[in-house]
Nanobody, 124 residues
Framework: QVQLVESGGGVVQAGATLRFSCTAS????????MGWFRQVPGKEREFVAS????????SYLDSVEDRFTISRDNVKKTTFLQMTSHRPGDTGVYYC?????????????????WGQGTQVTVSS
């Protein structure tokens, strides 16, 4: 199974910009969709953003749509999540995931391969 390796987490101040990367271990990686989710203790994993790999169509959680940007580099097999204007509510473990059809990309059930997660803590 392809490994998804994430990087870019850490502690950031509210209002700062941060970019996550998720790189696939297989050079032939060509998923239908990629997504980013986040989770805090005691809560379910929450959809943040997704991208249809073939054409770049995107979908966002309403609360992040004007602040976060998902993108991908097909050559580098890397998916990015750029976050700006952080809020304390953005704190959590962020996961990238490889999924199937884009129409299911807002649900965890639409994904079958997950990265290890990376922690983001937003300080006010």
């Amino acid at each position: 199974q392809v490994q998804l390796v994430e990087s870019g987490g850490g502690v950031v101040q509210a209002g700062a910009t941060l970019r996550f990367s998720c790189t696939a271990s297989d050079s032939t990686f060509d998923p239908e969709s990629m997504g980013w989710f986040r989770q805090v203790p005691g809560k379910e994993r929450e959809f943040v953003a997704s991208i249809k790999y073939s054409n770049g169509f995107t979908s966002y959680l309403d609360s992040v749509e004007d602040r976060f940007t998902i993108s991908r580099d097909n050559v580098k097999k890397t998916t990015f999540l750029q976050m700006t204007s952080h809020r304390p509510g953005d704190t959590g473990v962020y996961y990238c995931a490889q999924g199937g059809p884009f129409c299911y990309s807002r649900s965890t059930s639409g994904y079958y391969n997950w990265g290890q997660g990376t922690q983001v803590t937003v300080s006010s």
